[in-house]
């Protein structure tokens, strides 16, 4: 037994439509608990009142728009060294997934900061950064659509995919190299004491949870999508031949 | 890539990533000065702007500095420990915007006063229940978060 077999599509299928349900259904179960739970069963912030439960979307979405591009980073190198068609492909499904998560973030951050900062945007270093990011998911989706040949897309998207994990990286951590932003550090942390309070942070929890999941069953039921529109395509070269 | 061998690309991958590294090190160094979105009260005392300059100010608004003047002007001090600047704003200020918490302000630096045109309250990373404050406050353990 070994990982790579996964990277057989046949393989891939199989495992996958056994996992995708219990994804899905999990994905739903934790959102639902934890969105009810922070938006309805949680008291005001001392000072931020009822907005601090923008942070149940805020704060998974900005962590899965990093995480999406780290898995994608991820799938692409293996493309790249060892050539599995289906690494280039759960790339490739990540990156919408992924744009949607940056857009969220970017929308809840401009929708908290009104009211806290009393400004909807500005040129923080966290937050350039991660419209910076953005704009990565943009160019990342179109590059794949331009170029016909899927080897050469695939190739040309993971170098892309390299480069914008510098941003990636950099909206996660700028607030620790630049200490002079607008944006604060982390709220959530593994030292009790500078942690959130457990008010927000347990219904945090299940938020995170959610979202991941929900990553992994859209990324699984996407990849799956593609895998078949490659043998769709294949079908059709073949009989366009005989 | 898919005419190199694989030790190849794998070796043309780790060069790839090593540049990428450190050419974001040395933007990230060169320019940190204009990537940092604020000066603190201390930056501008050891070197102060030209009065035209507009640039950013932040820090903790001193304790006990706030005065209303009349109709919408506000003066306070704002400070990051080692040195403190006095600032003079007229304009409505963001709801977080209290003594001893931040606040980024933009504006010019003239004649050791700094004039704003427009104030951000920065918010910290902490984040606690009404009622937990509340309880804290009774038993006079309550400590105002920096």
């Given at each position: 037994m070994s990982l790579w077999e996964y990277a057989n599509p046949k393989k891939f299928m199989q495992t996958s439509q056994v996992l995708l349900p219990y994804f899905a259904v999990l994905a739903a179960v934790c959102l639902v608990i934890g969105l009810v739970w922070g938006f309805f069963f949680t008291t005001d912030d001392y000072r931020q009142g009822a907005t601090v439960k923008i942070i149940y979307l805020h704060v998974p979405a900005a962590m899965m728009a990093i995480n999406?591009?780290?898995?994608?980073?991820?799938?692409s190198l293996v493309w790249l060294v060892r050539r599995h068609h289906v690494s280039a492909l759960a790339a490739k499904a990540a990156a919408p997934i992924g744009l949607v998560m940056t857009l969220i973030a970017l929308i809840t951050g401009a929708v908290w900061g009104q009211p806290m900062w009393g400004t909807w945007w500005v040129w923080d270093p966290r937050l350039t950064s991660f419209l910076i990011l953005f704009l990565f998911y943009l160019?990342?989706?179109?590059?794949?659509?331009?170029?016909?040949?899927?080897?050469?897309?695939?190739?040309?998207?993971?170098?892309?995919?390299?480069?914008?994990?510098?941003?990636?990286?950099?909206?996660?951590?700028?607030?620790?190299?630049?200490?002079?932003?607008?944006?604060?550090?982390?709220?959530?942390?593994?030292?009790?004491?500078?942690?959130?309070?457990?008010?927000?942070?347990?219904?945090?929890?299940?938020c995170i949870a959610g979202f991941v999941l929900l990553f992994v069953a859209l990324v699984l039921l996407r990849t799956r999508t593609e895998i078949r529109s490659r043998r769709i395509q294949a079908i059709m070269a073949r009989e366009r031949l005989g | 890539m898919k005419s190199l061998k694989k030790t190849r690309r794998i070796q043309v991958i780790l060069v790839a990533v090593v540049a990428l590294a450190l050419s974001t090190a040395l933007i990230g160094y060169a320019m940190r000065d204009g990537?940092?979105?604020?000066?603190?009260?201390?930056?501008?005392?050891?070197?102060?702007?030209?009065?035209?300059?507009?640039?950013?100010?932040?820090?903790?608004?001193?304790?006990?500095?706030?005065?209303?003047?009349?109709?919408?002007?506000?003066?306070?001090?704002?400070?990051?420990?080692?040195?403190?600047?006095?600032?003079?704003y007229k304009g409505v200020l963001p709801d977080l915007f209290s003594e001893g918490q931040g606040m980024i302000g933009t504006g010019t630096y003239m004649n050791g006063v700094f004039e704003a045109t427009e104030i951000l309250a920065k918010h910290d990373e902490t984040y606690m229940p009404k009622e937990v404050v509340d309880a804290l406050k009774e038993q006079g353990v309550y400590q105002e978060p920096e």
């Open positions: 999406a591009w780290v898995m994608m980073l991820i799938t160019g990342y989706i179109a590059l794949w659509e331009a170029v016909e040949n899927p080897d050469t897309a695939a190739d040309l998207t993971s170098i892309l995919c390299l480069v914008g994990s510098v941003f990636a990286l950099l909206s996660r951590y700028a607030v620790n190299f630049w200490n002079q932003g607008l944006h604060q550090g982390a709220s959530l942390s593994l030292d009790e004491e500078t942690n959130v309070h457990n008010e927000y942070y347990l219904p945090l929890l299940f | 990537i940092n979105f604020f000066r603190s009260p201390s930056q501008v005392v050891e070197t102060p702007p030209v009065e035209s300059e507009v640039f950013r100010l932040g820090g903790l608004v001193e304790e006990g500095s706030i005065e209303r003047g009349q109709g919408e002007v506000i003066r306070f001090r704002v400070t990051d420990g080692g040195a403190t600047v006095d600032v003079v």
